[in-house]
């Protein structure tokens, strides 16, 4: 047995070895926190400085100096990130990671961002393109100093490829692509639903909600009543059975920011909060930095979220303006109906035939052979996938593949110095379209959109596919800054914003619906700033944290008052539905199961209530969250009247409807988790922050994934948090006092799992605490020299 025994060990002190080499390989790909490092192009010395959680200070004899030593961090804790974001926009992930990418990289082809981001630097102002190349060498220099490459790469069996200019302003579509990803499905559905039903029904349906409205200019909607005659088959009959029937109460589950001016914070100074929404996943969005350097204009100070693979603070403070972002959620694509000649070559604009215009995009896929495909351009824009039934071809016009949507200059909020230069530098922006607020160290707040705003021509309806073939409907170029929107010192006091309708009048039909929220979670913030007269960051931050569920009372009412008679719960065993529903639906907490019921009997309800119509999206391809439709609005008012002639013709009565609902949506939550005391809100409502290669690889995700546990927080409500997305950043600053802000992001700095800052804010973030809005004592400092 001693030969056995020899080769027990032997095999051991093997693994023993392939696990050291493996760990020392991994320990090589570690950003370097401390001594020197040469880097070229740098003009000086430029000192990097980390505190314990890997919050980030550059400080740089230049503004180019920042974005060489910002570049090279970005690089050394976050390439594979950078990667993932410029292969998405650019349809390049399959050259990654292979074929199964392919379907994902045809659609994105579509838009041709990288042709256009190569065209588009040739465009830009000299300092924009002087901070871009600053920032491409530094990314470069960044990853050349790492030993060993990232360890996703190692997995992947491939090599990181170098970053060039066009990259970075990949990253910023891949913005475009999260922020205004309906790329005109909703406006073809909606097109699909103006034909398949009268128009009163129509105007019904697609209501902007009257029920939950909080405009920044208090303006009102008016209710569109219940069309006194019966709903239309469409509504009523299941002809296709929908395989996704899932409702959306808006095209983003949530951004917030809001401001105090200097009237209601404490010390008599502007305070701003923000807390943008997006799909949680490891590593985060954001990255933490400060930012300091000199010029002629003198000192620059600057602090707050970075985003990794551009050179530009993104949100944050720089001592006399502080900003932050929600996505406007508005219309800033249009849809045109192509009128082809009877070849399918060419097209008719300005009462001219002009020719389809075929690019081929090649597609590179790891270990396989490349492939081709054609995208057709017309003047407008490229056309799109979509077709009517008729076989009637679309064309996507879209801010995003216009020069005028993407540019650097964001770069200038860096050095505004009070609210109306910030407002001023807004229009133009290139970037999505977003709500901008900003609040100034004088102690004044305002709003604007920031990013490029189409004029349009002759657009009467921006809701549906048009016709603009004779030339007198168009996008006369941009808006100016005197021509965008915009509230500037409040008599309030007070703004906000939350994807819903910012305004009414002129200025609401200049932004037109892009999917706006209903308003309940808008409002939920206007109601919790007007409650007292006094704000300081921790006043602010306990409105982000606000979880009470007071959209959802009136669905709770219902149940307590119309749906779980006693007949009811005797006859189907309802006791101890109707008990958690009466004690525990007030708030979004993780351990409430009533708020779990309540929530689940209403998606259910609308579900029954809005099958039919899915079914006959899905029949041309489409779903029923395309369309520019709040099912909250329409559906509240049918089961409010109840009428026969309205109910859909799987159910005899309303009461069944609802009754159904009710025992569904049990039985569904019962299957899924053993019994009905187990299904808490937490239970279904998990963070969700999983790294990209878990998926692949799930014997790795304990160690790639952050931890996960039950969460505060829903869709209609401050603190938004719905299966996988939630607050990106916290953030709550007043300018001049950045000493007082907060300043957390889910997961930590570095996207390395041996990192010690691959968590460092994790913990915060699940607690809802608040983490300085600054850096903290230094722990490693790094000096990169020319």
């Not at 922020?179 to 209501?207: H, I, K």
């Not at 029949?619 to 049918?638: N, R, Y």
């Not at 299957?671 to 878990?694: E, Q």
């Amino acid at each position: 047995m001693k030969w056995l025994k020899r080769i027990l060990i032997g095999l051991l002190a093997l693994v023993l070895l392939l696990a050291l080499a493996i760990w020392l390989t991994l320990r090589s790909s570690l950003a370097q926190l401390d001594g020197e490092r040469a880097v070229p192009a740098l003009s000086a010395p430029t000192e990097l400085q980390r505190d314990a959680r890997g919050y980030l200070t550059i400080t740089a004899e230049s503004r180019l100096d920042v974005a060489r030593a910002l570049g090279f961090v970005h690089a050394q804790e976050r390439f594979f990130q950078m990667d993932l974001m410029r292969r998405n926009a650019a349809g390049e992930l399959s050259a990654l990671v292979g074929a199964k990418a392919l379907p994902l990289d045809k659609s994105r082809r579509l838009h041709r961002f990288r042709h256009r981001a190569e065209a588009g630097i040739a465009a830009l102002p000299a300092d924009e393109r002087a901070l871009l190349d600053a920032y491409v060498s530094g990314v470069n220099a960044g990853l050349a100093g790492l030993s060993a490459r990232p360890p996703e790469y190692l997995l992947l069996r491939q090599q990181p490829q170098p970053w060039v200019a066009a990259d970075t302003v990949l990253v910023a579509y891949g913005m475009y692509l999260d922020l205004q990803g309906s790329q005109g499905r909703d406006d073809v559905a909606t097109g699909l639903l103006r034909e398949a039903v009268p128009e009163d029904w129509y105007a019904f349906l697609t209501q902007h909600s009257a029920d939950w409205q909080a405009a920044m200019d208090d303006s009102r909607m008016t209710v569109v009543p219940l069309p006194a005659g019966p709903s239309p088959a469409t509504l009523r009959a299941v002809k296709t059975a929908c395989s996704d029937c899932s409702l959306r109460d808006a095209r983003d589950i949530g951004s917030n920011n809001f401001a105090v001016a200097a009237a209601h914070g404490a010390a008599g100074r502007a305070i701003l909060a923000d807390d943008m929404h997006l799909g949680l996943r490891s590593p985060g969005t954001w990255f933490k930095a400060r930012m300091k350097w000199k010029d002629t204009a003198g000192s620059h100070d600057v602090a707050g979220v970075t985003l990794p693979g551009a050179p530009l603070l993104v949100v944050g403070s720089n001592g006399h303006v502080a900003w932050g972002f929600t996505n406007t959620t508005s219309d800033w694509a249009d849809v045109v109906a192509l009128k082809l000649n009877a070849a399918g070559t060419h097209y008719l604009a300005g009462g001219v035939e002009k020719p389809l215009q075929r690019a081929v995009e090649r597609i590179e896929i790891a270990g396989e052979p490349a492939v081709d495909h054609v995208v057709l351009e017309s003047e407008w824009g490229p056309v799109m996938p979509q077709k009517a039934p008729s076989g009637q071809a679309y064309v996507l016009r879209w801010v995003a593949h216009d020069r005028e949507g993407m540019n650097l200059r964001l770069m200038h909020m860096e050095t505004a110095g009070n609210v109306d230069e910030a407002v001023q530098l807004a229009a133009g922006a290139g970037m999505p379209a977003q709500n901008l607020l900003v609040a100034d160290a004088g102690g004044r707040i305002a709003w604007t959109v920031i990013g490029a705003m189409p004029r349009r021509v002759g657009v009467e309806d921006m809701d549906r596919p048009q016709d603009w073939s004779d030339g007198r409907s168009r996008w006369q170029g941009y808006l100016g800054a005197a021509e965008q929107p915009r509230i500037v010192d409040p008599a309030d006091g007070r703004l906000w914003t939350a994807n819903s309708r910012m305004v009414g009048g002129d200025a609401m039909k200049l932004v037109g619906n892009g999917g706006w929220d209903l308003g309940a979670r808008a409002q939920q913030i206007r109601d919790g700033l007007r409650a007292q007269d006094k704000f300081d960051e921790a006043g602010l931050h306990a409105i982000q944290l606000d979880h009470r569920a007071l959209f959802h009372q009136r669905w709770r009412q219902l149940l307590q008052q119309q749906v779980l008679t006693p007949d009811f719960v005797a006859a189907n065993g309802l006791a101890d539905y109707r008990a958690e529903v009466d004690k525990s639906a007030d708030a979004a907490r993780p351990d409430a199961v009533g708020y779990l019921l309540v929530r689940s009997f209403r998606l259910q309800a609308l579900k029954s209530l809005f099958d039919p119509l899915a079914g006959l999206l899905e029949a041309q391809g489409l779903k029923l969250s395309d369309l520019k439709l709040v099912p909250e609005t329409p559906g509240w008012a049918l089961i409010q009247a109840a009428r026969p002639d309205t109910l859909p013709a799987a159910f005899k009565s309303w009461p069944e409807l609802l009754q159904r609902a009710v025992l569904d949506s049990r039985k569904e939550l019962v299957d899924k988790y053993g019994s009905l005391a187990a299904a808490t809100w937490g239970a279904d409502n998990t963070t969700s922050m999983r790294h990209p290669l878990s998926l692949a690889v799930p014997a790795l995700a304990g160690w790639l994934d952050q931890a996960s546990q039950g969460m505060a927080g829903d869709s209609h409500m401050p603190r938004v948090h719905n299966h996988g997305h939630g607050q990106s950043e916290r953030m709550v600053v007043s300018p001049g006092h950045e000493e007082s802000g907060i300043l957390v992001i889910p997961g930590g700095q570095s996207g390395h799992p041996m990192s010690p800052f691959y968590r460092g804010d994790h913990a915060a973030w699940l607690a809802g605490e608040a983490l300085p809005f600054l850096p903290g004592e230094t722990v490693h400092r790094l000096v990169l020299r020319p």
